[in-house]
């Protein structure tokens, strides 16, 4: 490569550089607005012009958020039905992504067929079958009814299953010539050669739960139901709406999400590098 190549090339990479830092900062500016917004007294909030810091520094609409809300309960709900939805979802899928993959029984190519074709059913065309079946039941404003019709993630069961096809069938047969089971080949052999594809899609899946709004929004109806993205929406007053307050309190409901990114980006990074290339 001579000079003239080299440089044309240095010239591209600062160009690149130079998109990728303003893109991050069109990306961030809202987040770092809604931060600062949060720590402003209503008054500077609404003023109709822009100040990037604070005037006067404040902390109360966190602490209004926190004592004058029930925003302990949502968090509460919001643990649990993530929690909840994650562990019951990982498991179904990688039983489903095992069987796919590994046994021989009628009907699991119609059946596979069916999971892929799953892809072409938006969820929200789903919403009303599942809030009549829910409110049928009588799950409506309880954990299992917010829990229930989010375990439809097909990608899941997709991924495992391409993983498990991956794997050398010498180490199934091995095992089950020593006379294991299928459930002791699942979870002695394939599982602690997945460990991290099974963390990076748990991962996900907990964030895909706790930032979900519309389901939750339709079938917790009281407010101590609630999970914490719905519960925001009532942090109001009776004589209109403080933006502050209500800043202060997405920034508690993101924050949990914010930390999980923060503490595990590189599972989360592959395992929506994974769920792009079925998807794709």
Same mark, same amino acid.
């Given at each position: 490569?001579?000079?003239?190549?080299?440089?044309?090339?240095?010239?591209?990479?600062?160009?690149?550089?130079?998109?990728?830092?303003?893109?991050?900062?069109?990306?961030?500016?809202?987040?770092?607005?809604?931060?600062?917004?949060?720590?402003?007294?209503?008054?500077?909030?609404?003023?109709?012009?822009?100040?990037?810091?604070?005037?006067?520094?404040?902390?109360?609409?966190?602490?209004?958020?926190?004592?004058?809300?029930?925003?302990?309960?949502?968090?509460?709900?919001?643990?649990?039905?993530?929690?909840?939805?994650?562990?019951?979802?990982?498991?179904?899928?990688?039983?489903?992504?095992?069987?796919?993959?590994?046994?021989?029984?009628?009907?699991? #190519?119609? $059946?596979?067929?069916?999971? @892929? &074709?799953?892809?072409? +059913?938006?969820?929200?065309? !789903?919403?009303?079958?599942?809030? *009549?079946?829910?409110?049928?039941?009588?799950?409506?404003?309880?954990?299992?009814?917010?829990?229930?019709?989010?375990?439809?993630?097909?990608?899941?069961?997709?991924?495992?299953?391409?993983?498990?096809?991956?794997?050398?069938?010498?180490?199934?047969?091995?095992?089950?010539?020593?006379?294991?089971?299928?459930?002791?080949?699942?979870?002695?052999?394939?599982?602690?050669?997945?460990?991290?594809?099974?963390?990076?899609?748990?991962?996900?899946?907990?964030?895909?739960?706790?930032?979900?709004?519309?389901?939750?929004?339709?079938?917790?109806?009281?407010?101590?139901?609630?999970?914490?993205?719905?519960?925001?929406?009532?942090?109001?007053?009776?004589?209109?709406?403080?933006?502050? #307050?209500? $800043?202060?309190?997405?920034? @508690? &409901?993101?924050?949990? +999400?914010?930390?999980?990114? !923060?503490?595990?980006?590189?599972? *989360?990074?592959?395992?929506?590098?994974?769920?792009?290339?079925?998807?794709?």
């Amino acid at each position: 490569m001579n000079a003239q190549s080299a440089r044309r090339f240095n010239v591209i990479g600062a160009v690149l550089s130079v998109l990728t830092v303003l893109a991050a900062v069109l990306w961030a500016f809202p987040i770092y607005w809604g931060i600062v917004s949060s720590l402003k007294p209503e008054d500077e909030v609404v003023r109709p012009y822009i100040e990037l810091w604070p005037d006067n520094l404040t902390f109360s609409h966190y602490v209004h958020a926190i004592t004058q809300t029930q925003i302990g309960r949502w968090y509460l709900n919001s643990v649990i039905t993530a929690v909840g939805t994650t562990v019951i979802t990982v498991f179904t899928s990688l039983l489903c992504g095992y069987a796919l993959s590994q046994l021989r029984f009628p009907g699991r #190519r119609p $059946l596979y067929w069916l999971i @892929l &074709a799953s892809f072409m +059913v938006p969820t929200q065309t !789903l919403i009303i079958n599942h809030f *009549v079946l829910v409110a049928n039941m009588g799950l409506l404003n309880s954990w299992a009814g917010i829990i229930l019709p989010q375990l439809i993630h097909p990608v899941i069961i997709i991924i495992y299953k391409q993983f498990f096809d991956q794997m050398p069938r010498d180490f199934r047969e091995a095992a089950a010539m020593d006379n294991a089971s299928e459930l002791a080949i699942l979870f002695k052999v394939f599982v602690p050669m997945n460990w991290g594809v099974t963390t990076a899609l748990a991962i996900v899946t907990f964030i895909w739960s706790w930032n979900a709004f519309l389901w939750p929004f339709l079938a917790a109806t009281r407010t101590e139901w609630m999970t914490i993205t719905v519960g925001i929406t009532q942090v109001n007053d009776a004589f209109g709406v403080y933006y502050a #307050r209500e $800043l202060a309190a997405a920034v @508690l &409901a993101g924050l949990p +999400v914010a930390l999980a990114y !923060l503490l595990f980006q590189r599972r *989360v990074t592959q395992a929506i590098t994974l769920s792009a290339g079925i998807k794709g």
